[in-house]
Structures are given as C-alpha cells and as structure tokens.
C-alpha cells in the first residue's frame, strides 16, 4: 500500500508564491516519474510539471518560468515552488508519482489534492 500526501495549499494573493510539498510512504522502493497536476472547477486534470528520477524536468508553458518542481528521493519526496501567482493557477493540485513497490511492481498513484486559490 502506497500513499501520497500533499500539503502547502492555500489562499494567496495573486503575485505571491506557494511551495507544495508531496511525500510518498509505504512499501515502496523507488519512485520514478514524479509530478504535479491539477484540476480547475469545470475543466479537465492538467499537467503542471513532471520531474524523473534523475531529475529531468518539463513544464507546462501556462507556468514555464514562474514555476520549479524539484524532488527528495531519499524522502520519496517532489516539490512543486510557485511563484508569480496568478487566479488562472487557482485550482486543485494533485500529486502524482509512478511508484516501484517491494514485490518490483510499478504502479500510478495519486494524492488526495490541495487547493490553491489565487485571489485578492
């Protein structure tokens, strides 16, 4: 059983900056690809950011540049830093990581998501 727990949401003015943080735990033995997702009311999941596990980065072009996501792998962990906010970027933002447990599997999870709401 593998969880992934997200945390760093919240209320921010536009401008600002938030840093989501996601932790994986259980029986895992690697984490492979790693990235950040999110869902906006009315609209379909989209890619934020995905970071490999030798650290190879790609982004959306909606947050190129105001955006870095960077990972932990001793922690199973993946960061996703925001900066120059804006109420386009409010949404749900949700982990997600290809995760390799003990038995060798590779499996897709995803976090539970935390909101992140981009308003003055």
């Known amino acids: 059983q593998v969880q992934l727990v997200e945390s760093g949401g919240g209320l921010v003015q536009p401008g600002g900056s938030l840093r989501l943080s996601c932790a994986a735990s259980?029986?895992?033995?690697?984490?492979?690809?790693m990235g950040w997702y999110r869902q906006a009311p009315g609209k379909q999941r989209e890619l934020v950011a995905l970071i490999s596990i030798g650290g190879n980065t790609n982004y959306a072009d909606s947050v190129k540049g105001r955006s870095t996501i960077s990972r932990d792998n001793a922690k199973n962990a993946v960061y996703l830093q925001m900066n120059g906010l804006k109420p386009e970027d409010t949404a749900v933002y949700y982990c997600n990581a290809d995760v390799r447990t003990t038995d060798w599997r590779l499996t897709n999870y995803w976090g539970q998501g935390t909101q992140v709401t981009v308003s003055s």
């Open positions: 259980g029986s895992i033995r690697s984490c492979n690809n």
